[in-house]
């Protein structure tokens, strides 16, 4: 892993939890709070599926479509899973 897979896990991920966020906005946290679980969630998101799909081991650094596409995907809906696990417990536990 490098620091430019993982400014673009992180990045995708905020976007993920901002763009979940305002779709679903009863389980929105607020920007801050889409961001922080978005980037959290984009981070280990995306480590998780590189390494399920082999792409770290494979092609450590590449910048070529696919592994940016992954790279995208996997920041961008782990943000957004994130998010939904945050906001669905905040709800569970605010009760």
Known sequence: ???TTLAIQLLSGAAGGNIVG??????????????IAGVVGGGLGGQILQHLLGIAAANPGALDIGSLATQVAGGGV?????????ALLRKLFTR
């Open 78 to 86: 782990g943000g957004g899973v994130l998010m939904i696990v945050v």
């Open 1 to 3: 892993m490098d620091l």
């Open 22 to 35: 305002q779709a679903l906005r009863n389980l929105s946290l607020g920007f801050l709070g889409n961001t």
